[in-house]
Every structure is written in C-alpha cells, then in structure tokens.
C-alpha cells in the first residue's frame, strides 16, 4: 500500500457525460501527478500539482482539468467524454517535485478504471 | 525529448528460472533518473528501485537486481528464481533532471511465471 487514495476503484459513464475522479496523497507529499494508462498510449503523465498550484503539463486534452485542494487532495475533471477515454487513470505523489534537480519518487494509488460506453 | 524502449512485450518462464527485462533508454541530459515499477495484476504501480544517472554500480535487493550500463544506455531488471507471484507489467520510466516533472515510461514488459 503506497499511501495514495484515489476513488473511484471503477466508474462507468456514457459518451458526453462528465466525471470526477479523485486522489488523496501521502501524508506530507506536497505534489500530486495524474496518469493515463491506455492499451494504444501507454502510461502518459497529464499534469502535476504541487501545494496547489499547477506545476507541469503533459499530454493532457482541454477537455480535462484538474485542481489541487487546501487539503492537498486533488480531484481530475474529464468532460465530454468519448469513448477512446476509457482508460485507468492514475494519481502519483511525492514530497516536492521540484523543477530542475533531482526528480523525487513518485508513489501511485492503486488508480480509477474508467469505461466510457 | 527522453525516450524508453521496452522491447519485450511478454516474457514467460517456468518458477524458478531466472528472467531479465530489458531497458533502454534515450536522452540529451547528462543528469537523469531511473526507475522501475511492477503493475501486478490488481492494476497498481509499486515503486521498486530508482537510480542516478552518476552511480553505476549495480544493486541487488533480495531476489531482484539492475543492471546499469551507460554505455549502451540500458537499465535491465533481473529475477533470480522467479516466483509465480513475480507475474506482473514491469515498467522502466526516465526523468531527466531539468525537466522532472515529466517521467517518461516504456510500454511496458508483461511477465509471467508459470508454477
């Protein structure tokens, strides 16, 4: 057990439709990272947080968001869902995650399936 | 842009045979991390081992050893008497110093163990 939360374990949800998904760090880690595991992509970083405000961009479509709460939790909005959405969906934490130097461990949560039908 | 290359889609062995994954990797920066996950079957990612790109020397941990070689860019993942519970998606990812927030992880090699 990493220390990371992320809920939902499943989610399914119809084309067009909205979603939610949210993570919980480890205690004392300040940067919150999300992930896209798909069969045709591979594991692809979206974005990272760190103390709540946005950190880096990855390969993150417009039709997503993402946010960094007080608490440190962070929650990731998927939009107008299409079916090549589908995916597990990973939240990463770590104690910094600085730019430039060394790079901290991320430890991941055990990640969101979501099928969109 | 940093790349890594996991040739092997799927490796199957019997117990206690010993198994090497292979790692490849591609960047521009003199500085630069390592690492290796396995993804069990029950979907996580569980963080096994990081290295720098200044320390060669290799490491063991228990059943489990890297390789690290510079000069032909690689950071193989080795098995010792492989276990059934060793069956799992290992992933080598790199980040490079000056721009760690963007790890960067091969496709993966799906391993399985067969009693």
């Known amino acids: 057990d990493s220390g990371v939360t992320q809920t939902p374990k499943h989610l399914i949800t119809a084309t067009g439709q909205r979603v939610t998904l949210r993570c919980s760090p480890r205690?004392?880690?300040?940067?919150v990272y999300w992930y896209q595991q798909s069969l045709d992509q591979g594991l692809q970083f979206l974005i990272q947080y760190y103390n709540g405000e946005e950190r880096a961009k990855g390969n993150i479509l417009e039709r997503f968001s993402a946010q960094q709460f007080p608490d440190l939790h962070s929650e990731l909005n998927l939009s107008s869902l299409e079916l090549g959405d589908s995916a597990l969906y990973f939240c990463a934490s770590s104690v910094k995650g600085t730019s430039g130097g060394a790079p901290d461990t991320q430890y991941f949560g055990p990640g969101t399936r979501l099928t969109v039908l | 842009a940093q790349k890594v290359t996991q040739a092997q889609t799927e490796i199957s062995v019997v117990e206690k045979e010993d198994v090497t994954l292979d790692c490849v990797y591609e960047t521009r920066d003199t500085t630069y991390y390592l690492f290796w996950y396995k993804q069990p079957p029950s979907g996580e990612l569980v963080f096994l081992i990081r290295?720098?790109?200044?320390?060669?020397q290799n490491e063991i941990s228990g059943r489990y050893s890297w390789n690290f070689q510079k000069s032909t860019s690689s950071f193989n993942f080795t098995i010792t008497a492989s276990q059934v519970v060793d069956s799992a998606v290992y992933f080598c990812?790199?980040?490079?110093?000056?721009?760690?927030?963007?790890?960067?992880f091969g496709a993966g090699t799906r391993l399985t163990v067969k009693p």
């Open positions: 290295r720098n790109s200044f320390d060669e």
């Open positions: 990812a790199l980040s490079e110093a000056f721009n760690n927030n963007d790890m960067r």
């Open positions: 205690s004392g880690d300040l940067s």
